[in-house]
């Protein structure tokens, strides 16, 4: 998702300010202090020309293209502590709660003390952001009750399967293989006919063959969904080979959360992937997506995160601390 520079308010307003961030990007850190002094001066002398939404996020986007996050906490409190900014200080906040995944937890307190009884659009705005990080909910989420916004949308999480009986027995699940080519590569509820099978006994060679090349063929669902039965099906051996497929696919925002889940049903026996799932969880800042908003991405980055949490408790000897 990005942002046009020429839809952020009054054009003659924004030249200077413009200019001011395209120069703090380019420029070494010992002109940072005097290139950010200039910019608040010129951002608090156009604030009624700007559009809030605008000047924040691509001044948020600025500052996270240069690492700058503790800084950016502190601009936000400077702005919002002077009624003339304080609209773009609200949304410099949500924009820092899209880019860093500590922004919430640490801006959250912050922007409830400077709202108000009655607040606008631009701290609606940056409370329903706020709200998506399940963290900022679980930390700071009592001071929200009675602010007047409306929260993101929970994801549609897919139904959890109940103890039901299986959709599928032994003899079903292989009258069902026997119509399926050798070198099928998507099948719905795979694992749980190839579980059923595994259950009765070893797998035929033709059965086999099914399985690896769900597997094997071609990273995705299936890949994810299938590899914990292959191990169980080949054994120990076949671990580092599943590893080295799964791991390069837990940040990707697509099928990311497929290869975690996978990773959690291998349990402890996956625990040579610890590092990577623990590397995805303490990221500072969002992983890259790609949504229709930067709300949405800034979701997309939080399932991950929820998902690679539930990893580590599944793949770990000894539980490890719920800590992002």
Request: glycine share 10%; aromatic share 8%; charged share 20%.
């Given at each position: 998702m990005t942002w046009r520079e020429d839809a952020v308010g009054d054009g003659a307003a924004m030249t200077i300010p413009l200019t001011l961030l395209t120069s703090l990007r380019a420029a070494a850190p010992a002109r940072w202090p005097s290139l950010d002094a200039a910019l608040f001066a010129e951002v608090r002398e156009a604030a009624p020309r700007l559009d809030p939404e605008g000047i924040g996020q691509l001044w948020g986007r600025a500052l996270h293209t240069l690492g700058r996050e503790t800084h950016t906490y502190a601009l936000v409190a400077r702005l919002l502590a002077d009624p003339i900014t304080r609209d773009i200080g609200a949304q410099l906040a949500r924009a820092a709660c899209q880019l860093w995944r500590a922004a919430a937890v640490e801006l959250l307190p912050l922007l409830v003390r400077s709202g108000g009884p009655q607040i606008g659009p631009a701290f609606a705005d940056a409370f329903r952001t706020a709200s998506i990080?399940?963290?900022?909910?679980?930390?700071?989420?009592?001071?929200?009750?009675?602010?007047?916004?409306?929260?993101?949308?929970?994801p549609r999480r897919p139904p959890t399967p109940t103890a039901a009986v299986p959709a599928h027995?032994?003899?079903?699940?292989?009258?069902?293989?026997?119509?399926?080519?050798?070198?099928?590569?998507?099948?719905?509820?795979?694992?749980?006919?190839?579980?059923?099978?595994?259950?009765?006994?070893?797998?035929?060679?033709?059965?086999a063959a099914q399985l690896y090349n769900?597997?094997?063929?071609?990273?995705?669902?299936?890949?994810?969904?299938?590899?914990?039965?292959?191990?169980?099906?080949?054994?120990?051996?076949?671990?580092?080979?599943?590893?080295?497929?799964?791991?390069?696919?837990?940040?990707?925002?697509?099928?990311?959360?497929?290869?975690?889940?996978?990773?959690?049903?291998?349990?402890?026996?996956?625990?040579?992937?610890?590092?990577?799932?623990?590397?995805?969880?303490?990221?500072r800042t969002r992983i890259p997506c790609n949504d229709s908003t930067p709300d949405g991405e800034m979701a997309l980055d939080e399932r991950l995160l929820a998902a690679a949490l539930s990893a580590r408790r599944a793949m770990s000897p000894r539980p490890a601390a719920d800590t992002a």
């Open positions: 990080s399940e963290e900022a909910m679980r930390v700071h989420g009592a001071l929200l009750r009675g602010v007047p916004f409306e929260p993101y949308p929970k027995d032994p003899v079903s699940a292989a009258a069902l293989l026997a119509g399926k080519p050798i070198g099928v590569t998507r099948l719905d509820r795979a694992p749980e006919i190839f579980g059923v099978l595994l259950d009765a006994g070893p797998l035929t060679f033709r059965q769900l597997t094997f063929r071609w990273p995705g669902r299936s890949q994810a969904q299938c590899a914990p039965v292959w191990l169980r099906h080949a054994g120990p051996g076949a671990l580092r080979r599943l590893l080295a497929l799964m791991t390069p696919y837990l940040d990707d925002y697509a099928i990311g959360e497929c290869y975690l889940r996978g990773l959690g049903r291998m349990g402890p026996q996956a625990s040579a992937a610890l590092p990577d799932v623990t590397a995805l969880i303490d990221r």
